[in-house]
C-alpha cells in the first residue's frame, strides 16, 4: 500500500556564484542538488525538487521557489523544516519558508509572473564584484527605456532566445519592462509570464548597444521582428542578474 504524499512549496535565496545553475548536472554542483540532499537528509527520505525554472550558472536569486512531496504532512510544525535546513545548508543558500499546497499546484507551472533584476555599476566596485556588471562611460538611459518600450509592443522573442533550445514555443507576455538609474549604477527591471533561456541577459546585451549608441531604436525594432538570435547583441555577463520574485495565485496555498 503506498503512502499519501503531501505537496510544499519550498522559498529560497542563494548567490549563484560558486554554482552551476539551478538544475541538476551530471558532474557539477548545482542549487537544486545541494538543497535535494539537504531536505532527504532532514526528512529521512528521498526528496526530489521541482523548480520554478532554470537559472544559469553565476545567476542569483533573491526568490526562487520548487515543490517537493513527503510523508510527511506537518512539516510547518512538528518538523520546523526551515530552521533545521538553514542550519545545514551552506551559507550561500538560504530558505525562508515551506508552504503546504493542492496536490497539483506546480512550481513552474503555476507561476503568473517572474521578476527579474539586472545591475550595472558604473563604477568599479570590488564589493559588487560578484553582483554587477562594471560598464566604464555613459548610457543613455532614456533611450534604453525607449527601447523597452518597444519589448512591450511584441510577443514572439526568438532573437534573444539561446540558439538550439528545447523550447515549444518563444512567445512570451512581458508585463513590464525599464531602467532605473541608482547612485553610482543602473537596475533593469522586467517582469513577464515566463521567459526563455538567456533571454534576459540577451535583452540586457542588446539595450546597453542601444544606450552606448551603438544601435538605433528602429534597429532594435528590426532584431525583435527577425526572429534571428544572430542579430542581437552578446549575451550580458550572468553574475549581475537576480531572479527576484514569483508569484503564485492565493487559492493553490492551503
Known sequence: MSLVKTRYFI????????????????????????????????????????????????????????????????????????????RYLPKDISVSSVRRVLPDAHARFSAISRTYKYFISKIKDPFREESSWFIHGNLNVSLMNQACAILLQHSDFTSFSRLHSDNKTNICKIFSASWEEEVN????????????????????????????????????????????????????????LFLTGIEYPDEIFI
Not at 528521498?46 to 523548480?51: K, S
Not at 526572429?227 to 552578446?234: E, L, P, T
Open 11 to 86: 522559498f529560497i535565496s542563494y548567490k549563484g556564484t560558486f554554482y552551476h545553475g539551478w538544475q541538476l548536472q551530471p558532474n557539477a554542483v548545482t542549487v537544486q542538488k545541494i538543497l535535494d540532499e539537504a531536505i532527504s537528509t532532514l526528512l529521512e527520505e528521498e526528496i526530489l525538487t521541482t523548480g520554478a525554472g532554470r537559472t544559469d550558472t553565476g545567476v542569483h536569486a533573491s526568490v526562487f521557489c520548487a515543490h517537493f512531496e513527503s510523508v510527511a504532512n506537518d512539516i510547518d510544525t512538528r518538523k520546523n523544516l526551515v530552521f533545521k535546513l538553514n
Open 185 to 240: 549604477g543602473l537596475v533593469f527591471s522586467i517582469r513577464a509570464d515566463r521567459f526563455l533561456r538567456n533571454m534576459v541577459r540577451a535583452i540586457v546585451g542588446t539595450l546597453t548597444e542601444v544606450g552606448s549608441g551603438k544601435m538605433n531604436l528602429d534597429e532594435f525594432r528590426d532584431i525583435i521582428l527577425a526572429r534571428d538570435r544572430c542579430r542581437a547583441g552578446k549575451s550580458a555577463p550572468a553574475k549581475a
